[in-house]
């Protein structure tokens, strides 16, 4: 079954760090580009940072550039988004999902042809 398992999210003050887990079953991670997007209510849902499957290549929007990492590791099919700086604006559901790739464009990063998404977990960010 194919299965994108995201983990990590929690309650963090400002200033502070979390690390984002995305397990991913039922297929192999690399052979896709995958990514975070976070989305809060009323809002439209933003691409934060994502890897190419094609070069490894990585690209972060211009909101968290400087600030939030994205890196996999092949031999546990997972990818991580590691949150340093965390500001109270950062404060999401966020999601990993693959696509067939991704890029930023005008500063945000976009998916293309996306396949499957996880359910999410909430990242909250306040004193």
């Known amino acids: 079954q194919v299965q994108l398992v995201e983990s990590g999210g929690g309650l963090v003050q400002p200033g502070g760090s979390l690390r984002l887990s995305c397990a991913a079953s039922g297929f192999t991670l690399e052979d896709y580009a995958i990514g975070w997007f976070r989305q809060v209510p009323g809002k439209e849902r933003e691409g934060v940072s994502c890897i190419r499957s094609s070069d490894g290549s990585v690209y972060d929007a211009d909101s968290v550039k400087g600030r939030f990492t994205i890196s996999r590791d092949n031999a546990k099919n997972t990818v991580y988004l590691q949150m340093n700086s965390l500001k109270a604006e950062d404060t999401a559901v966020y999601y990993c999902?693959?696509?067939?790739?991704?890029?930023?464009?005008?500063?945000?990063?976009?998916?293309?042809?996306?396949?499957?998404w996880g359910k999410g977990t909430l990242v909250t960010v306040s004193s």
């Open positions: 999902a693959t696509s067939r790739d991704c890029a930023v464009v005008d500063g945000d990063v976009i998916g293309y042809g996306m396949h499957h």
